[in-house]
């Protein structure tokens, strides 16, 4: 079985994004064939300055292997390390009805929040299909605002074989991570950096813990029981605590006599202890750049070996070659 997950370079990684798609993964490491990589071609759909694609990526590859992962159990590589990804998409956008683009919700929800539309935010459904088929991907674990990109990718899949023979492309399924812990983000609504409500894995000592005083609570007394249900302080003290420490938390709110700068405190110490060795691990690897990049670099090779493969089978299928 091999499983394919893609981290896209957007920015500072928040613990939304790690409880969301990096641990995941990172648990999940052993249980296949794991390909892994920094989505980069991706991220230039809202990431205009080079430099900050440069430092972003370099960012997720750090973090990554900051927060556990192992490369002798996986396939790690930047998307761009492998060109014959564009040539597959291109394979799969002949093949690609608009209607099916037009209503990816994703392209929409972006557009609406601001972002400019150009070709490549609305092709984004063809080159992420050509992220998974390329190397004959059988399990894609997806978050729900990803579903819908993974019925196009089977889609396309079904269209190619139709027209090119069965077993041209292999059909992936869909793993949707329904059991990861759900993150809110420091004001209620989902963790995003879009809401600027972020929390990150690896900020200093002092900003992160003041962005965690100023969560918002209501006003009720310290002597008085706090409602619990709904509380972001509890969704977020519940993944860092052990379930004892998560237990007093919640019986302290039942029971009134603890105010909520005393929870925020709690909070923000298990925050801060959860993450301990992974900065120690990722200041390891900020003074040793070299060993991140032999595991791109050895991954990005692994990851040309199988593309190589595939896109040699797609050709002749399709008569290129």
Avoid at 39 to 68: E, K, P, S
Avoid at 245 to 265: A, H, L, S, T, V
């Amino acid at each position: 079985m091999r499983i394919l997950t893609g981290l896209q370079p957007s920015g500072q990684l928040h613990i939304g994004n790690y409880f969301g798609a990096i641990k995941p993964a990172i648990d999940a490491q052993g249980e296949g064939d794991g390909y892994y990589f920094i989505a980069d071609y991706h991220a230039m759909t809202t990431t205009h300055n080079a430099q900050a694609l440069r430092d972003n990526v370099r960012g997720v590859a750090i973090d990554f292997l900051a927060c556990g992962f192992d490369p002798s159990k996986g396939v790690f590589f930047k998307q761009s390390a492998v060109p014959e990804v564009n040539e597959l998409a291109w394979i799969l956008s002949t093949v690609c009805p608009m209607g099916l683009l037009e209503r990816c919700h994703s392209y929409k929800d972006k557009v609406a929040k601001g972002i400019s539309a150009n070709h490549a935010l609305f092709a984004y459904p063809a080159l992420m299909a050509a992220d998974i088929l390329l190397y004959d991907s059988n399990v894609v674990p997806v978050g729900e605002d990803q579903k819908q990109h993974l019925e196009v990718t089977r889609d396309l899949v079904g269209k190619i074989n139709d027209q090119y023979g069965e077993g041209t492309l292999v059909m992936p399924k869909a793993r949707i991570r329904e059991n990861v812990a759900k993150v809110p983000g420091l004001d209620g609504e989902k963790m995003s950096k879009s809401y600027n409500n972020t929390l990150p894995i690896f900020g200093d000592e002092k900003p992160s813990k003041k962005l965690i005083m100023r969560i918002e609570t209501d006003s009720t007394p310290v002597e008085d029981p706090k409602p619990t249900e709904g509380s972001i302080i509890l969704a977020l003290y519940q993944l860092f605590a052990s379930e004892p420490e998560y237990q007093q938390m919640f019986e302290d709110y039942e029971n009134g006599g603890c105010g909520y700068g005393d929870f925020k405190k709690r909070l923000a110490t298990a925050y801060w202890d959860y993450f301990a060795p992974m900065r120690a691990r990722r200041e390891e690897l900020l003074k040793n750049p070299d060993e991140v990049d032999a595991v791109l670099a050895n991954g990005a090779q692994k990851a040309r070996e199988e593309a190589s493969i595939v896109l040699d089978r797609v050709r002749k299928a399709v008569g290129l070659s």
